[in-house]
Structures are given as C-alpha cells and as structure tokens.
C-alpha cells in the first residue's frame, strides 16, 4: 500500500501545491484509489509515476470544490486514454446529481460504466482483502473521513513440513494455509495453524478531511498504521480554525495521539502560510510534533508506503 499526494492546498493551489487529493496504490492487484479531486488533478496523476488506467475506485469526502472540481475532468479523460473496465465513486448524496449536470450540459458520454454510491456511516465497501468505512465528521457541509483497513493475512505456509509429514499438495495445502484442522488418511490430525508463521496483520489507513477535531475522527483513526489529517490552521490562529470548521496543526495531532496513530501526515495547508510569511508550514510542523512527535507534513507528489514509516519525512520523493 503506498500513498501519493496530488495536491496539499487548502481552498486554492498555489505555485506548489495543487488542492486535495490522496491517491492510494495497491500493487498486488494493479489497483489505484483516489481520494478527493480538486482542480488539476489529472495533471498530477500525469507528473506522478501512477498510472490512470488502474484508477478503479473514488472517494470524495465532500462537495466543495477545491475537493471536486477536477473529477468531471478525470473521469472524461480516463474515457479518451485510459479506457477502464468500471470505476466506482464513493461520496454525498448530492454527488450523483452533480455529475449528471456536468455530463448533461457538458455532453459528455463515458465510453465505460460508472457506478455513485452515497455514503453513509459504517462499512462502504468489502471484498476479500480490504474493508472501507467512513464516518461524519464536523464541518460547514456534510463531510465524510475514509479508513481502508486491509484484513489480515495468514502467515507463510511451511510446505517442506507439509510434505514432512506426508501430507499431498493439493487441495489439503489450501484448508492448511487457511489454519483449519484436517485429518489425514491415517487417522493424523494436523492443525493448519502449526504449519503457518505468525499472521500478517493488515495495515490501516486514515484520511480525515475536511473537519474540525471531533470524536468521530479519532473514532476513524483508531490504531492506524497512518493518518493523513488536514491542517488548514496554525495553532495562534485557532478562532480561524472554529469558525470555518477547519483543524489546526495541534488538532491534528490531538487526533492522532487519542487514535494511538503510528505515523501522522498533515496536509490541506492554508497559503498564508507561505515561506516569508510571520508564521510558515515549518512552525505548524513544530507545533504538531510538541504533540505527537511521530508527524510529517505532505508536498505534492511525496509518496510514502505504508508498513515502512520513517519519523522524519515519508519515505520517498518523486522529482519533478
């Protein structure tokens, strides 16, 4: 699982930072998830090195525009290049009714299906390996954090003992990998679980944006391998941060130290806080890590994977 992030900007991009978007990477099954889409966030799938093709699902956490303002135009263009097979969006009721106009008056037609699922709290999606659910978080509109929780994996199984014991490969190797008990022809019982190494934990991800610190957040984050948490405010300008229902740096990591969070990245910065400014990104930084000191702070394009933190910066820088 590795997390590409097109776009750190809150409201407005700025000569460096495009507005919101998380794109998250499953490469054993050549998948890409997007999280939001602001304006301009098809050039930053083109200056990454994800592919749209693989583009399956999207997660849009609500309707302002600096957080949906560039899916109609991804969508149009995955139809010309990438010709996908199906791409499920996950969102508000409202968003159904937003692509519909923007299709209608725009005459779009998409050469492949797309299927709108309104959110609501609780489990969205499960299949096999991954379990997506969201929650209501605290904002001017109705706004939903997402956490994707892989399921955990059993642990490699020991064939040479399977064959030790005389067991035939075959379907047998498939309900010992599983941890069942089975009996063999001779009246053995061999437990599964005992020809397996320890179980592979599955990772989890968080990503809360847009909302001021709320219970349901850290609700969300609970033990997260990473939280990605907006932090649109420095703490000095807190009375900002309440009443446009947006989070301080501090707030962030005050989710992240109630969730009992691995790693945090904040990300969804004001531009007033550009460098030369009287307080920069780097004090917000300063001010979360007095909190949770396991924090990083996102540029567009850092990518970082899951599984493998680093206390300093994510783990790999894409150069543009």
């Not at 991804?74 to 159904?96: H, K, V």
């Amino acid at each position: 699982m590795q997390i590409t992030f097109l776009g750190t900007s809150s409201g407005v991009p700025t000569r460096t930072r495009n507005v919101s978007g998380v794109a998250l990477r499953l490469p054993q099954r050549a998948e890409v998830w997007l999280f939001d889409c602001g304006e301009g966030t098809q050039h930053q799938f083109l200056r990454s090195e994800l592919k749209v093709s693989q583009l399956t699902r999207i997660f849009i956490t609500h309707m302002h525009g600096d957080h949906i303002f560039g899916l109609m135009g991804l969508l149009a263009s995955c139809g010309l290049a990438a010709n996908p097979e199906r791409i499920d969006i996950y969102g508000p009721a409202e968003l159904e009714d937003y692509l519909k106009a923007c299709r209608r008056y725009s005459q779009t037609h998409f050469s492949y299906p797309i299927k709108v699922h309104a959110v609501s709290p609780g489990i969205l999606y499960e299949d096999n390996e991954y379990v997506v659910s969201c929650q209501l978080l605290k904002h001017r509109v109705p706004a939903f954090g997402y956490r994707v929780a892989e399921k955990d994996r059993p642990g490699h199984f020991n064939v040479e003992q399977a064959a030790a014991l005389g067991i035939p490969s075959g379907p047998l190797y498939g309900r010992l990998k599983r941890g069942e008990v089975i009996v063999l022809p001779d009246g053995r019982r061999v437990n599964g679980a005992d020809l397996c190494g320890p179980t592979q934990i599955g990772r989890k991800m968080a990503y809360c944006t847009d909302t001021i610190f709320c219970d349901s957040a850290v609700e969300l984050a609970q033990q997260a391998d990473v939280l990605i948490h907006e932090a649109t405010f420095a703490h000095q300008d807190a009375d900002l941060a309440y009443q446009r229902l947006h989070s301080t740096s501090t707030m962030a990591a005050q989710v992240a130290l109630a969730a009992q969070v691995k790693q945090l990245i904040m990300t969804h910065f004001s531009p007033r806080y550009a460098p030369g400014n009287p307080i920069e990104l780097k004090d917000l930084l300063a001010e979360a890590r007095a909190i949770f000191p396991n924090t990083v702070m996102a540029s567009d394009l850092w990518s970082y994977e899951i599984g493998r933190p680093k206390a300093d910066k994510p783990s790999r820088t894409i150069k543009v």
